[in-house]
């Protein structure tokens, strides 16, 4: 399994990003897929989630509204696409995969709100 995040880097308040996750080595159709956020000092935490099928998501209360998960099964890739984004979103985002009861992460990209 390997999971590649990109499309980080420094961004002003109210902007956008989109993140991308590359999957290789598994069935990617056939799993959730989940993008997690760590802020130094904080423990890691899950932002939005994914069903197989692209049918059901999950958000954090922190980002509902301006955050939006999607998949591209053809692709091989999941994205986050964050509007408005804000300096408490500033932290290192992963996407993660449960395959056979383990955790499969990514390197992170690092994503930083700053004026």
């Known amino acids: 399994v390997q999971l590649v995040e990109s499309g980080g880097g420094l961004v002003q308040p109210g902007g956008s990003l989109r993140l991308s996750c590359a999957a290789s080595?598994?069935?990617?159709?056939?799993?959730?897929m989940s993008w997690y956020r760590q802020a130094p000092g904080q423990e890691r935490e899950l932002v939005a989630a994914?069903?197989?099928?692209?049918?059901?998501?999950h958000y954090a209360d922190s980002v509902k509204g301006r955050f939006t998960i999607s998949r591209d099964n053809a692709k091989n890739t999941v994205y986050l696409q964050m509007n408005s984004l804000k300096p408490e979103d500033t932290a290192v985002y992963y996407c993660?995969?449960?395959?056979?009861?383990?955790?499969?992460w990514g390197q992170g990209t690092q994503v930083t709100v700053s004026s």
């Open positions: 993660k995969v449960r395959k056979l009861a383990r955790d499969y």
């Open positions: 080595g598994f069935t990617f159709s056939n799993y959730l």
């Open positions: 994914m069903g197989s099928s692209g049918g059901s998501t």
